[in-house]
Structures are given as structure tokens and as C-alpha cells.
């Protein structure tokens, strides 16, 4: 079985200052993680992926996450927040035996002020 | 990647009718999944359309009530039947997004916002 928990539901940082929201996973096999943004109104979009190449994974919008076997985790992060950063985030796993049917996090909703 | 077109982007309905929820892609794909985004819950799979064949449901999920057509490799809907508030949520299609996305990666479209009265 695979899974995953976004430690946070709601993130709120100031414009300008590092964002950091976290994830952690389970999985049976070798997983693949995923990045996905939902702005509102708008269907989710790919930030980044991990599928088992280099640990530190640079996806669009200066995101990064780096897969952490020793933690199970799979923490996403950018240097500086920027105003249109705002969105509801999610943390996907899969596996070579689920293929397409990812698993989704509950969503961490990032809120970002001037 | 795919284009995904869905409508409508966003309905209210009365309990006991039934929605159909079309959903059209800019190009061929041979999967079609439909998700289900519960208000505050993440997104879970409803089923796997393959084209020329029946749809393949998830644990919790049945054809009479999520009835789908696979007419063709652009297009698929996906029914809401005998609805009732409990089915308020957003639904999404989604596909695969390409050999150059790599593996597993899917594009979704906007969404389908239902809310049952």
C-alpha cells in the first residue's frame, strides 16, 4: 500500500521568504513522487517529479523537493515566495504496481502576504 | 502535453437528477481518468476509461452510479447518477501527459464543479 500525509494543511508566508511545505510518504515499492499546484479555478499542474533519478528534483516557478529515502519524505521548497505562488499544493505517490491511479495528499492551501 | 476541455466548468443540481460531465482532449490518449475532489479532501480516483472497452472502477466506486463513455480517443463523460448532496465536489479528467513528461504524469483538466441542493 502507498500513501502520503502533508504535514500542513495551511502555510502562510510573507512575499520574499522561503516557502517549505512538507510531505512524507509510504510506499511498498520504489515510489515516485509528485508536486502538483491547483490554482483556483484552474485544472492541477505538474511542478515537479521524482522517479528514482537524482534526489534533489528542480521543477517550474523555482520549486525544488528533495526525496529523502532515510526520511520518507519528499519536502517541497522555494528560495523566495512570490504573490502568485498562492494555491493549494499536492503531494502524489505512486509505484510501478499502481501505475496511473496516484495517491494524493490532502492538499497543503499556501497563503502568501505582502 | 494534452489540452483537456471540460464542461460544464460548474452546475447546480437538484438531488435525484443526474449530470454528465464531457470531457475532450486535444489529442489521442488511450487512458481516461476520472477524479473526484471532495469540498477540503484531496483527489481520489473514481475509474480508468480505455477506449473500446469498459471502464475499470475503483474500491468504492460503481457503474450504475458513475456510469462513462469511451466513444473514441479524444472524449469521455462521465455520469453522476440519482445524485444527492454527498456527491458535491469537483470532478476532474485527466491523461496521461506524454512520453516526455515521463512516467505516470498526468494533465488534468479545470474541473467540473457540482453542488447538489
Known amino acids: 500500500a502507498q500513501s502520503v500525509t502533508q504535514l500542513d494543511s495551511h502555510v502562510s508566508v510573507s512575499e520574499g521568504t522561503p516557502v517549505l511545505l512538507r510531505c512524507n510518504y509510504s510506499?511498498?515499492?520504489?515510489?515516485?513522487l509528485f508536486w502538483y499546484v491547483q490554482h483556483p479555478n484552474k485544472g492541477l499542474q505538474l511542478l515537479l517529479k521524482?522517479?528514482?533519478?537524482?534526489?534533489l528534483v528542480k521543477g517550474i516557478n523555482g520549486f525544488e523537493a528533495e526525496f529523502k529515502k532515510s526520511e520518507t519524505s519528499f519536502h517541497l521548497t522555494k528560495p523566495s515566495a512570490h504573490m502568485s505562488d498562492a494555491a493549494e499544493y499536492f503531494c502524489?505517490?505512486?509505484?510501478?504496481?499502481?501505475?496511473?491511479?496516484?495517491?494524493f495528499g490532502k492538499g497543503t492551501s499556501l497563503l502568501v502576504t505582502p | 502535453s494534452a489540452v483537456i476541455s471540460q464542461k460544464p466548468s460548474r452546475d447546480i443540481c437538484q438531488r435525484g437528477t443526474s449530470l454528465t460531465i464531457q470531457c475532450q482532449v486535444d489529442?489521442?490518449?488511450?487512458?481516461m481518468f476520472w477524479y473526484r475532489q471532495q469540498p477540503g479532501q484531496s483527489l481520489t480516483l473514481i475509474a480508468t476509461?480505455?477506449?473500446?472497452?469498459?471502464?475499470?472502477?475503483e474500491s468504492g466506486f460503481v457503474i450504475d452510479k458513475f456510469p462513462i463513455s469511451r466513444p473514441n480517443l479524444t472524449f469521455s463523460t462521465l455520469t453522476v447518477s440519482n445524485m444527492s448532496p454527498e456527491d458535491s465536489s469537483i470532478y476532474l479528467c485527466?491523461?496521461?501527459?506524454?512520453?516526455?513528461?515521463?512516467?505516470?504524469?498526468?494533465?488534468f483538466g479545470a474541473g467540473s464543479r457540482l453542488t447538489v441542493l
Open positions: 485527466s491523461v496521461e501527459a506524454g512520453e516526455s513528461s515521463g512516467a505516470n504524469v498526468l494533465t
Open positions: 510506499s511498498s515499492y520504489s515510489p515516485s
Open positions: 521524482y522517479t528514482s533519478a537524482a534526489t
Open positions: 502524489v505517490v505512486s509505484d510501478q504496481y499502481s501505475g496511473y491511479a496516484l495517491n
Open positions: 489529442s489521442q490518449v488511450t487512458m
Open positions: 476509461a480505455n477506449q473500446g472497452s469498459e471502464a475499470t472502477y
